[in-house]
């Protein structure tokens, strides 16, 4: 399972970036993906997923309302828009991918290779 992560980049405090996650067709149709992120000192946690139907999503309740995780059938491809970004949302996001269905949260089976996001206040 690859997974090849980007758009990650310096942002001001309440402005938006939007991350890119592509993988294989096989990886696309069978597999939950989402996001993680790990800033400065802390742990890698989740962030955000979206089921291999795109019927259901889940997210940290630090980002509702502000991100928006969806799939691009056409493009092999999962997107993370990120609004209202603030410096605490400051970290390194990493794209994963879980077999099978997507529950509250993601294991984190597969990763891809992550891109730095930083929010200046």
């Known amino acids: 399972v690859q997974l090849q992560a980007s758009g990650g980049g310096l942002v001001q405090d309440g402005g938006s970036l939007r991350l890119s996650c592509a993988t294989s067709?096989?990886?696309?149709?069978?597999?939950?993906m989402g996001w993680f992120r790990q800033a400065p000192g802390k742990e890698r946690g989740f962030v955000a997923g979206i089921s291999w139907r795109g019927d259901k999503t889940s997210y940290i309740d630090s980002v509702k309302g502000r991100f928006t995780i969806s799939r691009d059938e056409a493009r092999n491809t999962v997107y993370l828009q990120m609004n209202s970004l603030k410096p605490e949302d400051t970290a390194v996001y990493y794209c994963a991918a879980d077999w099978g269905p997507l529950m509250r949260t993601m294991s984190g089976e597969y990763w891809g290779q992550g891109t730095l996001v930083t929010v200046s206040s």
């Open positions: 067709e096989r990886t696309f149709r069978s597999y939950a």
